[in-house]
Protein backbone atom coordinates (compact mmCIF):
# COMPACT_ATOMS: atom_id res chain seq x y z
CA UNK A 1 0.00 0.00 0.00
CA UNK A 2 1.30 3.56 -1.01
CA UNK A 3 0.14 6.77 1.04
CA UNK A 4 0.94 10.33 0.19
CA UNK A 5 0.28 12.61 3.21
CA UNK A 6 -0.07 16.58 2.82
CA UNK A 7 0.73 19.16 5.40
CA UNK A 8 1.69 22.71 5.41
CA UNK A 9 -2.23 24.61 4.13
CA UNK A 10 -4.06 27.54 5.80
CA UNK A 11 -5.32 31.01 5.81
CA UNK A 12 -2.79 33.42 4.58
CA UNK A 13 -3.20 37.22 3.14
CA UNK A 14 -2.95 38.18 -0.19
CA UNK A 15 0.82 38.65 -0.90
CA UNK A 16 1.87 35.80 1.78
CA UNK A 17 3.57 32.62 1.20
CA UNK A 18 2.86 29.21 2.35
CA UNK A 19 5.01 25.25 1.39
CA UNK A 20 2.63 22.64 1.18
CA UNK A 21 4.87 19.32 1.42
CA UNK A 22 3.53 15.59 0.33
CA UNK A 23 5.21 12.62 1.43
CA UNK A 24 5.15 9.15 0.17
CA UNK A 25 5.04 5.94 2.30
CA UNK A 26 4.49 2.06 2.00
CA UNK A 27 6.55 -0.47 -0.46
CA UNK A 28 7.47 1.47 -2.60
CA UNK A 29 9.79 0.44 -5.37
CA UNK A 30 10.04 3.72 -7.49
CA UNK A 31 8.65 6.93 -7.75
CA UNK A 32 8.42 8.79 -11.38
CA UNK A 33 6.65 11.86 -11.30
CA UNK A 34 5.44 13.64 -8.68
CA UNK A 35 3.10 16.62 -8.73
CA UNK A 36 0.66 19.45 -7.17
CA UNK A 37 -3.20 19.43 -8.39
CA UNK A 38 -5.85 21.89 -7.11
CA UNK A 39 -9.33 22.12 -7.43
CA UNK A 40 -11.31 25.39 -6.17
CA UNK A 41 -15.14 25.19 -5.41
CA UNK A 42 -17.03 24.51 -8.46
CA UNK A 43 -13.87 23.87 -10.99
CA UNK A 44 -12.40 21.34 -11.88
CA UNK A 45 -9.19 19.90 -10.75
CA UNK A 46 -6.35 21.69 -12.50
CA UNK A 47 -2.51 20.88 -12.91
CA UNK A 48 -0.55 23.26 -11.03
CA UNK A 49 3.25 21.55 -11.09
CA UNK A 50 4.96 18.32 -11.64
CA UNK A 51 8.32 17.35 -11.22
CA UNK A 52 9.84 13.87 -13.06
CA UNK A 53 12.33 11.88 -11.41
CA UNK A 54 14.99 14.09 -12.79
CA UNK A 55 14.48 17.16 -11.81
CA UNK A 56 12.69 18.74 -14.81
CA UNK A 57 9.46 21.15 -13.88
CA UNK A 58 6.43 22.47 -15.51
CA UNK A 59 3.92 24.66 -14.12
CA UNK A 60 0.55 26.04 -14.76
CA UNK A 61 0.85 29.60 -16.56
CA UNK A 62 -0.98 31.01 -13.59
CA UNK A 63 1.07 30.12 -11.24
CA UNK A 64 4.56 30.53 -13.32
CA UNK A 65 7.31 32.53 -11.25
CA UNK A 66 5.19 32.76 -7.99
CA UNK A 67 5.43 28.99 -7.35
CA UNK A 68 8.09 26.64 -6.99
CA UNK A 69 8.37 22.85 -6.98
CA UNK A 70 10.82 20.73 -5.99
CA UNK A 71 11.42 17.23 -4.46
CA UNK A 72 13.48 15.35 -2.22
CA UNK A 73 14.07 11.53 -3.96
CA UNK A 74 15.68 10.22 -0.34
CA UNK A 75 12.39 11.27 1.51
CA UNK A 76 10.24 10.19 -1.48
CA UNK A 77 8.57 14.32 -0.84
CA UNK A 78 7.49 16.43 -3.11
CA UNK A 79 7.50 20.64 -1.82
CA UNK A 80 5.58 23.34 -3.26
CA UNK A 81 6.96 26.72 -2.34
CA UNK A 82 3.93 29.23 -2.88
CA UNK A 83 4.94 33.28 -2.75
CA UNK A 84 3.06 36.18 -3.96
CA UNK A 85 -0.07 34.54 -3.15
CA UNK A 86 -3.05 35.40 -4.46
CA UNK A 87 -7.35 34.96 -3.66
CA UNK A 88 -7.64 33.23 -7.19
CA UNK A 89 -4.90 30.56 -5.58
CA UNK A 90 -7.71 29.25 -3.14
CA UNK A 91 -8.38 26.02 -3.21
CA UNK A 92 -7.86 22.58 -1.68
CA UNK A 93 -4.27 21.54 -3.15
CA UNK A 94 -3.49 17.58 -3.98
CA UNK A 95 -0.21 15.97 -4.32
CA UNK A 96 -0.34 13.56 -6.95
CA UNK A 97 2.67 10.60 -7.61
CA UNK A 98 3.37 7.70 -10.24
CA UNK A 99 4.68 5.08 -8.02
CA UNK A 100 5.48 1.35 -8.61
CA UNK A 101 5.64 -0.80 -6.01
CA UNK A 102 7.19 -4.35 -5.02
CA UNK A 103 3.63 -5.91 -5.90
CA UNK A 104 1.91 -3.02 -7.67
CA UNK A 105 2.85 -1.73 -11.76
CA UNK A 106 3.37 1.71 -11.86
CA UNK A 107 -0.11 3.81 -11.33
CA UNK A 108 -1.07 7.30 -10.19
CA UNK A 109 -2.05 7.72 -6.35
CA UNK A 110 -3.45 10.48 -4.80
CA UNK A 111 -3.24 12.97 -1.29
CA UNK A 112 -6.01 13.49 0.82
CA UNK A 113 -5.75 17.34 0.22
CA UNK A 114 -5.19 19.98 1.99
CA UNK A 115 -7.09 23.44 1.90
CA UNK A 116 -5.39 26.73 1.20
CA UNK A 117 -7.21 30.11 2.08
CA UNK A 118 -6.11 33.54 0.79
CA UNK A 119 -7.92 36.13 1.95
CA UNK A 120 -7.49 39.25 3.85
Known amino acids: QVQLVESGGGLVQPGGSLRLSCAAS????????MGWYRQAPGKQRELVAI???????TYADTVKGRFTISRDNAKNTVYLQMDSLKPEDTAVYYC??????????????WGQGTQVTVSS
Open 51 to 57: IISGGST
Open 96 to 109: NAEIRTYSVPRRGY
Open 26 to 33: GSIFTVYA
